[in-house]
């Protein structure tokens, strides 16, 4: 046997083992299975919503003369709140996991659940959203641009919906001694698909609604 | 410390009853129902590479039906919309359910074991993979009696998909069918990657992984993005033909060429997805039947990661003709003729491993040696496409079914059927028949190059793809009967596997043979634990000093580089026999119900999408489906990935169980992260996600 590859062996080795020491998870890259598969799942997801929001700058000027489209129909004030309110729900999801990591449960379930209030808040502002548009007179059949605007804010609205099941489902775990502190990483990791679902909507906001045509 | 494997443990004197969640846990480790809920790397490979198989064999059909309708002019064995739905079907089959599965069941199989675990990261998502795989299958065939399989081309351009021209369900079922094995393969690319990131034995740096496992982590990086991308596309066009959207209907204003960006910004990686894990497995095969290490370790692992890199930047060449303009054909006429240089690369490397080496071809190397050869010839008519002028020529016509066709069949199931041979003795406990192992290559080598190298001279004859027929006189009918005629004996040839793999289970059962560990002395860690792999994989954690680590404990270098055996010779290759000693047992994770129940859900709700575009209570259907999966995922979460007092392997009863061949008991096998407790929780929370 090589002599260097045994040298190599044994450093990465004693490597580990000091890497061990800091009481990470056993996995070679020191961060657990469940957080790196999010992150790949994450990964994925940036694919997603950036075919979705290419094709929305693709078509976002496309409509026949005389049919409605999405930036005729805007009431970006409105939108403002309902977004900040999203934004805000990071906030409390921070707090949330910072309660549950000072072993504070009780603290962790009122974040968590204010956290999918808020989730369920902005959903519910843009289904209110959806219904004025489609009142005005922009459906889904509408025009190129319509669609790819339903669609997409359609397709984040079901992530955000996803989320908020989520957070019930921890929020009733906790209840039930089934989620306890030591398991904290749990809410970290559905909370790193929360902020994901947020800072896509801080990309959604900004290209759908802000930029100008 | 890194994922070290749990040692073995004393059985318990008096195991108590498995915990009861929602549903009773399974807890038979042999028959029908084991199958159904194992959850164990191994056995999910084996059912990816069987249904893979049985779904290449109805694909084959397909491509004969193909071939008999073209052998001569005006032939009328298929109607044109006949003819559609065949060639269609061979084409997403081939795609879908033959060749990116049977990859799958390699890396399933594999990964954990050349990385020293005990099974893949999440078990119980990867064996979600495997039905999700089938039952997307299971739906596209579906509509042969359900008014017709769909019949818009693998690539489904628009606007011939939209409900104006195609308005049956055909396409709809085309679109389920592929988003649930997109799905499938979502959760699996996250599976795998967790598992080559994380679980690696100690010592196992990234850069001493095999390199069939590194390839596999690129093709798992390229499914994980660029299966997102035809996902988008397929919602699209769902939406279009379900909900009236204008995306793809150029009468409103759509534009049709973004179906052709989204399908090909996912095609051709797909391409990569395809040929990796071939690339990776005669990585494997061919170092080992030339006896030396593989030429350019890393250069290697950087020429794949390149390639991963590149075939993002090439998909432009699939769409010369669609009149882009001068910049973009020039940049992608660049990148193409570029990608083709790690690519290269790889080809030179097998060489210089096999230039000077002891060479054994066996049928495993025979095949291996095929997709080098066929594989360069494929790539080099592929180069022929980057040079845009050239396309122009000849794209739409059958000189580029004959370039495709060199590098997937020429390519990817030349390398898959390699590893087929190589692995089969490690998999199944057999070895397969040398003898008709290699009237299998020579069939398949003659049959392949009559069937797809006159489509080179046919394409540049004019001869132009996806027609149902041709006219008399057009100088087409000779090679089309050629192709035809060597189209039979690959037929022939699979036959001869499948007769091999008979003949050999019957051999070794009547003659109670079985098979040592390491039967090719060859280099990677899967070859150290006995064949066949027994439930537990390792019995105990394996520590790596070098790349082949399997290799370096049993053959070191004299100076002169010459390959000498070590003293350790026979106590390594004694060391690999070795099974758990009576009452000895190691703790794996149980088998479970959920992953079926929740690829069914799926399945069931996408019926409600084809459907609900007729009437829209038949929406219904898919909230029934959403309901049942929202409630499958939450008693998965709930269900711990291990209970507490079950999974422990008997020695006795795996040595008894699990040297039986295939399709017989195994012992009931899965484990969770190998290392440490897997939060049951968590992990079903991610699934939760990839579900999503």
Redesign the interface.
């Known amino acids: 046997m090589a002599a260097v590859a045994v040298e190599h062996g044994s450093e990465e080795v004693e490597h580990q083992a000091e890497a061990s020491g800091h009481a990470h998870p056993p996995t070679n890259t020191g961060i657990s299975n469940d957080k790196v598969a999010m992150w790949a799942f994450l990964g994925s997801e940036c694919l997603l919503f950036g075919a979705l929001i290419s094709t929305f700058f693709l078509y976002r000027s496309r409509a026949p003369l005389g049919t409605v489209k999405p930036h005729d129909v805007y009431d970006i004030p409105f939108t403002s709140v309902s977004s900040f309110i999203l934004l805000m729900s990071s906030l409390t999801m921070v707090l949330a996991l910072s309660a549950f990591n000072r072993a504070d449960s009780r603290r962790a379930m009122v974040w968590l659940s204010a956290t999918a209030l808020l989730g369920a808040t902005f959903l519910g502002g843009q289904i209110y959203e959806f219904t004025v548009f489609i009142r005005e007179g922009m459906t889904m059949k509408t025009n190129p641009a319509s669609s790819a605007f339903y669609v997409l804010t359609g397709f984040h609205g079901t992530h955000v919906g996803i989320g908020v099941l989520m957070l019930l489902a921890l929020v009733i775990l906790i209840r039930k001694g089934r989620l306890t502190p030591e398991r904290a990483e749990t809410i970290e990791i559905a909370g790193l698909y929360w902020h994901f679902v947020d800072v896509v909507w801080v990309v959604v906001f900004t290209v759908v609604y802000l930029l100008p045509l | 410390?890194?994922?070290?494997l749990e040692p073995p443990v004393l059985l318990p004197e008096d195991p108590r009853p498995i915990a009861s969640g929602a549903l009773r846990r399974p807890a038979r480790t042999d028959g029908f129902w084991s199958w159904i809920t194992s959850i164990d790397h191994k056995r999910v490979g084996i059912m990816y590479g069987v249904t893979a198989m049985t779904f290449f064999v109805i694909g084959g059909f397909e491509a004969l039906l193909i071939r008999l309708q073209l052998a001569s002019p005006n032939g009328r064995i298929l109607d044109a919309n006949a003819y559609n739905e065949v060639f269609t079907m061979h084409g997403t089959t081939m795609v879908f359910l033959v060749v990116m599965p049977l990859g799958a069941a390699f890396m399933n199989y594999l990964i954990p074991l050349q990385v020293g675990a005990r099974d893949v990261?999440?078990p119980r998502l990867n064996a979600l993979s495997y039905w999700l795989f089938l039952f997307g299958g299971l739906f596209l065939y579906s509509s042969v009696f359900l008014g017709g399989m769909p019949n818009g081309g693998w690539f489904g351009y628009a606007p011939n998909t939209s409900i104006v021209y195609s308005p049956g369900h055909n396409i709809d079922f085309w679109i389920g069918g592929l988003l649930i094995t997109g799905i499938a393969s979502?959760v699996g690319?996250?599976?795998l990657?967790?598992t080559c990131?994380?679980?690696?034995a100690?010592?196992?740096?990234l850069f001493r992984m095999p390199v069939f496992t590194w390839m596999a982590l690129v093709t798992q990086f390229l499914l994980?993005?660029?299966?997102?991308?035809i996902?988008?596309?397929l919602?699209?066009l769902m939406?279009?033909r379900n909900?009236?959207?204008?995306?793809f209907?150029p009468a409103?204003?759509?534009?049709p060429v973004?179906w052709q960006h989204?399908f090909w910004?996912f095609g051709h990686p797909e391409v990569y997805i395809m040929i990796m894990p071939a690339f990776g497995i005669v990585s494997e095969v061919i170092p080992t039947f030339s006896r030396k290490p593989l030429f350019g370790y890393k250069v290697m692992v950087f020429s794949g990661i390149a390639i991963g890199f590149m075939g993002w930047g090439v998909w432009v060449h699939h769409m010369f003709a669609v009149g882009l303009g001068p910049v973009s054909i020039t940049a992608f006429s660049i990148s193409t003729m570029f990608i083709a240089v790690p690519t290269g690369v790889k080809i030179f490397n097998w060489i210089g491993t096999m230039w000077k080496g002891s060479l054994r071809f066996t049928s495993a190397m025979l095949f291996a040696v095929g997709l080098v050869s066929m594989f360069t010839i494929g790539g080099l008519s592929g180069v022929t496409h980057s040079v845009s002028p050239h396309d122009r020529q000849q794209t739409d016509t059958y000189y580029i079914v004959a370039h495709f066709h060199y590098v997937l069949f020429g390519g990817a199931v030349f390398g898959i059927f390699a590893g087929i041979y190589f692995w089969y003795p490690k998999v199944f406990g057999q070895l397969l028949d040398e003898r008709l192992g290699k009237v299998h290559f020579w069939l398949w080598i003659v049959g392949f190059n009559l069937t797809f190298a006159p489509h080179h001279i046919l394409g540049l004859q004019g001869m132009p793809r996806r027609i149902y027929t041709y006219p008399e006189g057009t100088g087409w009918d000779f090679w089309n009967m050629v192709s035809t005629v060597g189209s039979f004996i690959i037929a022939l040839g699979l036959l001869v596997f499948f007769a091999n793999v008979r003949r050999t289970d019957k051999r070794h059962k009547r003659d109670h043979l079985t098979v040592e560990a390491d039967p090719w002395d060859a280099r990677g860690l899967e070859w150290s634990t006995p064949s066949p792999v027994p439930a537990y994989n390792f019995i105990e954690s394996p520590?790596?000093?070098?790349?082949d680590d399997w290799w370096?404990?049993k053959y070191?270098?004299d100076e002169d580089g010459r390959m000498q055996r070590?003293d350790d010779y026979d106590k390594a290759k004694a060391s690999a026999e070795e099974h758990l000693k009576p009452g000895q047992a190691v703790h794996l994770p149980s088998p479970s119900f959920y992953p079926i129940i929740a690829a069914a859900a799926i399945f069931v709700a996408m019926f409600g999408v084809v459907y609900g575009r007729s009437a829209g209570a038949n929406y219904a259907i898919t909230g029934l489906g959403v309901l049942v999966l929202?409630c499958t995922l939450?008693a998965w979460?709930?269900e711990p990935s291990t209970e507490p007092d079950d999974a422990l392997v008997d020695a006795d009863a795996d040595r008894l169980l699990g040297l039986a061949p295939a399709g017989s008991a195994q012992a009931e096998l899965g484990s969770g992260?190998g290392?440490?407790d897997?939060?049951a929780?968590?992990?079903g929370?991610?699934s939760?996600?990839?579900a999503?």
Do not use: Y
């Not at chain 2, 990131?197 to 690696?200: A, E, I, Y």
């Open positions: 410390m890194t994922s070290v990261a999440f979502t690319a996250v599976n990657i967790t990131l994380n679980m690696r100690p010592g196992m740096g994980l993005f660029a299966l997102p991308v996902t988008i596309a919602f699209l939406f279009d909900f009236g959207a204008n995306f209907n409103n204003g759509g534009d973004l989204l910004l520590e790596i000093h070098a790349v370096h404990r070191t270098e070590l929202v939450i979460a709930l992260d290392g440490g897997q939060p929780l968590t992990s929370g991610s939760g996600g990839g999503g």
